[in-house]
């Protein structure tokens, strides 16, 4: 099979679009497909698992590359001559890529994956949060299936009218997120430094940007017996410096690769703080990993979260909420381990290759299924 994938975003930029990306990538290259990358003007390298890489050109919006209207892209699908596109979280680019897969004949799969009408809504674009919807709704209109992560993405785009909607939940490394990589040298070391007195260690891995809504952990002020570890790094850091001064709290940075695996091994459970996720896969790995999860209930958390077995889900509009069920875990180890254990068998079947598996299955279904007249080419009413 002959896959190209249009990304809005692609190494160097690491996020969850590009993580998921490169782990199809992964999959297509482990079980002899083809496939391209066409993604946004950003030092992108120039090949990743033996797969040409295209840049297009770009310009920047707070630091992230957006995909500018250009011809280039038509001719890169063409030439390769796909028999599926995969189109990853498409907005601006993506659009671009399923019109042009349309004008060329090629099937086409949409990931539901950035939440950009949520992103509007928080930064109080008023009338503007309606017209992203709009757009939301034509790009996926012109899909030939939209894969959508969570039950509450799924609700929302069906209650925009978005038609041709599956379910597609995201993989975990089973192996790089264990609870026996509390045992690993460099996890014992980084749990001393955290926590040199036995505190129990409350920590977050994610983004540190405004739709994360990290500056909540200050909710936790005062909590006897805590450590927080905060992984990542963005625009908000100094705003969740601010927020949490004077907190036992220890900012980890970016991390990656091992260094990430004993983060999440040096923490006794896990907080999420953002409710506009549409899946949530720090979750997935902290349930891995075997750490209890607390997470606002909205949004993807709530299908990756059992409330009262692998962790708790908490009112986000109720700060009190929040500290009370961390209080309760950090009381209770034998809570902890019993939540962490039940969260571990909720990961087991979601490995990388079984979630790849079934997108390549839905590339399958659109390319058996006779082409549909699709909308791609309509104008967006700004009405």
Not at 41 to 58: L, W
Not at 136 to 163: C, F, I, N, R
Not at 176 to 199: Q, V
Request: net charge neutral; proline share 7%.
């Amino acid at each position: 099979m002959r896959v190209a994938i249009v990304t809005e975003s692609f190494l160097p930029t690491v996020n969850g679009v590009t993580n998921s990306v490169c782990k199809v990538l992964d999959h297509l290259a482990e079980t002899g497909h083809e496939a391209i990358v066409i993604c946004p003007s950003a030092g992108a390298p120039s090949h990743y698992r033996g797969f040409p890489v295209f840049e297009v050109p770009a310009a920047r919006y707070r630091s992230f590359p957006v995909g500018l209207p250009n011809l280039l892209l038509q001719r890169l699908l063409a030439e390769f001559d796909p028999d599926v596109l995969h189109a990853a979280s498409p907005f601006f680019l993506g659009a671009q890529a399923i019109a042009a897969a349309n004008r060329l004949g090629v099937p086409s799969v949409a990931i539901f994956q950035t939440d950009m009408a949520g992103y509007a809504r928080r930064n109080h674009f008023g009338p503007a949060t309606r017209l992203t919807w709009k757009f939301v709704k034509w790009v996926h209109e012109g899909a030939s299936l939209t894969l959508v992560p969570s039950s509450a993405s799924m609700d929302d785009l069906q209650g925009y009218g978005v038609p041709r909607l599956k379910h597609w939940a995201r993989g975990v490394d089973l192996d790089a997120f264990h609870p026996n990589n509390r045992h690993r040298a460099g996890a014992a070391a980084l749990r001393e430094r955290l926590s040199p007195d036995g505190e129990v260690v409350v920590g977050y891995v994610g983004r540190l940007a405004p739709e994360k809504q990290v500056e909540r952990l200050a909710e936790l002020r005062g909590l006897p017996g805590i450590r927080l570890a905060i992984v990542g790094d963005g625009p908000s850091r100094a705003s969740i410096e601010r927020a949490t001064e004077g907190m036992p709290v220890t900012f980890l940075g970016r991390l990656g690769g091992d260094a990430l695996s004993e983060a999440y091994a040096s923490f006794d459970l896990f907080v999420h703080t953002g409710t506009e996720e549409t899946f949530g896969q720090t979750l997935q790995e902290a349930h891995a990993a075997g750490l209890p999860v607390v997470a606002p209930r909205a949004g993807g958390p709530i299908d990756l979260i059992d409330d009262g077995v692998n962790g708790y889900l908490y009112d986000p509009a109720d700060p009190a909420e929040l500290r009370q069920l961390v209080d309760d875990l950090v009381a209770s180890e034998t809570l902890r381990l019993r939540f962490g254990e039940a969260g571990r068998r909720t990961v087991l079947g979601r490995t990388w290759t079984n979630v790849c598996g079934e997108l390549v299955k839905h590339y399958e279904s659109v390319i058996s299924t006779p082409r549909l007249v699709l909308p791609a080419q309509r104008r967006v009413r700004l009405s």
